[in-house]
């Protein structure tokens, strides 16, 4: 299978946004939940957002609720994320992952085919 591709990332002010994209085969993607994670520097990969197969559920780490969105588009198999407001804590690199395991959305464990990430840096 082929592993998704991540892209959007860059330096932004604090305040500022960005919109990540992954993009994914469609035997990685079709009938999947997705969810994107980061990590930062030093520190422990960490839960962001998912969504459902289709689109009408989705979850959101504490963090970056009411920030961050989350969304999909089926017939293009890809996976976007919407970031707004953007805080130097949320400088990292940012991976895309497909849910293949039964299991909370926010345990990494539940997902493979694991991007190579795209790094997002929020200056203050």
């Known amino acids: 299978q082929v592993q998704p591709v991540e892209s959007g990332g860059g330096l932004v002010q604090a305040g500022g946004s960005l919109r990540l994209s992954c993009a994914a085969s469609?035997?990685?993607?079709?009938?999947?939940?997705m969810g994107w994670f980061r990590q930062a520097p030093g520190k422990e990969r960490e839960f962001v957002a998912s969504?459902?197969?289709?689109?009408?559920?989705?979850y959101y780490a504490d963090s970056v609720k009411g920030r961050f969105t989350i969304s999909r588009d089926n017939a293009k198999n890809m996976v976007y994320l919407q970031m707004n407001s953007l805080k130097p804590e949320d400088t990292g690199v940012y991976y895309c992952a497909r849910k293949v395991f039964a299991g909370d959305y926010a345990e990494s464990r539940t997902y493979d085919s694991w991007g190579q990430g795209t790094q997002v840096t929020v200056s203050a």
């Open positions: 469609a035997r990685t993607f079709s009938n999947w939940a």
């Open positions: 969504v459902n197969w289709s689109g009408g559920s989705t």
